[in-house]
């Protein structure tokens, strides 16, 4: 049974590795020419670190990445609403959240993906089912493959979702988000802390991600499809963040505006079902969430275990209704909870009552959450 896999972004990656890992026949494409370094920084939570620790990859990770031993939800002075120490979660999963360039992670997981499995500058076009029950896939260049099941990792724009199901949409968050990766020498107490300082509907977010790159997000509330001027990125935020501790300005000043990349942030409605027939989608393709969680990543890599696994327990079956059974409520909850949580943080009034809630909810429900959140059911 030959599965195809679309899209080489680290949830198609890790998918084919863990497939690797368990011998199922697959093949990987990807539209891009090269892996280029691409995005910024990403969280891998320690339910993403299991995955990743399974796959035999999880040192070299951890020696691309940093480490995060302080969670803190702060005002835009650095002053903390809400702050959790990671060593309780250490002492349940071995490790913390690990913050790294997820070109780094990209790079990694392709590196132990076979030269004969991968085929790149391949973007799918569209796909055919066939009287025999196989499937048909034709890309842009005119080429085509056979194969029994294919599985969708091609993100929130996926074209294979477009196909499958017509309906589907996106959910615009009102919000615009930029990013940005510096070399930059943060004080000693923060090298292993990650920050998220909420302001006037104003977010921004801090993290070391390798030994000498610091990554750091910037949101704020904005009508879709807005445009910054070139050349005059930084100016823009430096201004909207003026009000902000000086860490904040003197990161967003220290970036070269090449190293700055804006999106508008988007969820995927939530579908009935990410299968159909030979077809699945997997990652941002079926359940993209807003990365309010840290956990857009980590669901992918998610899927990947899981669906690995049923497979490799049940190699002649069609597994994707098991999949989604198994996956639906975790990524439902995470789904919902980041929606919420963005919303939350850009409260223009109530925001001293929002933070007094934040602040006296008791340590042990905050982590009680974390923990069943990095739990990954065998």
Not at 4 to 15: E, H, K, V, Y
Not at 133 to 145: A, C, H, L, P, Q
Not at 172 to 187: I, P
Not at 289 to 311: C, K, R, V, W, Y
Request: charged share 20%; net charge positive.
């Amino acid at each position: 049974m030959m599965y195809t896999i679309i899209g080489a972004g680290i949830g198609g990656l890790t998918t084919a590795l863990a497939f690797e890992k368990k011998g199922i026949p697959y093949q990987i494409f990807e539209k891009a020419a090269t892996l280029n370094e691409v995005g910024a920084g990403i969280w891998l939570a320690p339910n993403a670190l299991q995955v990743l620790e399974n796959l035999n990859i999880l040192k070299e990770v951890s020696e691309s990445g940093n480490s995060i031993h302080k969670i803190t939800i702060g005002k835009s002075d650095l002053s903390p609403i809400s702050e959790s120490n990671q060593d309780f979660v250490k002492d349940i999963f071995d490790y913390t959240t690990i913050s790294i360039h997820r070109a780094a992670l990209q790079k990694i997981l392709f590196s132990k993906i076979p030269n004969e499995k991968i085929f790149l500058n391949k973007g799918f076009q569209s796909f055919k089912e066939l009287e025999s029950g196989k499937i048909e896939v034709f890309f842009n260049d005119n080429s085509k493959t056979e194969t029994d099941f294919l599985i969708a990792a091609d993100g929130i724009n996926s074209k294979v979702r477009k196909q499958l199901f017509p309906e589907s949409s996106k959910r615009y968050s009102g919000q615009t988000c930029w990013r940005g990766v510096t070399t930059f020498s943060l004080a000693k107490k923060y090298l292993h802390h990650g920050f998220e300082l909420w302001g006037n509907t104003t977010r921004f977010g801090i993290s070391k991600i390798s030994n000498d790159k610091v990554y750091w997000f910037a949101v704020t509330l904005s009508e879709a499809n807005g445009k910054d001027k070139p050349g005059l990125v930084k100016e823009k935020l430096l201004k909207m963040f003026t009000k902000y501790h000086s860490l904040v300005t003197n990161l967003i000043a220290s970036t070269d505006e090449s190293n700055i990349i804006r999106n508008d942030i988007y969820d995927l409605n939530p579908l009935k079902k990410w299968h159909k027939n030979n077809v699945c989608l997997i990652g941002d393709a079926g359940h993209a969430t807003t990365p309010n969680m840290g956990q857009g990543g980590a669901q992918a890599i998610e899927d990947a275990h899981f669906l690995s696994n049923l497979i490799g327990n049940n190699p002649k079956e069609n597994v994707f209704k098991l999949f989604q059974k198994q996956r639906q409520q975790k990524v439902d909850m995470v789904v919902n909870q980041s929606w919420t949580t963005g919303k939350m943080a850009h409260w223009k009034y109530g925001r001293g009552f929002r933070n007094f809630m934040i602040k006296i909810i008791p340590k042990s429900i905050i982590n009680k959450k974390m923990i069943a959140l990095y739990t990954l059911e065998k």
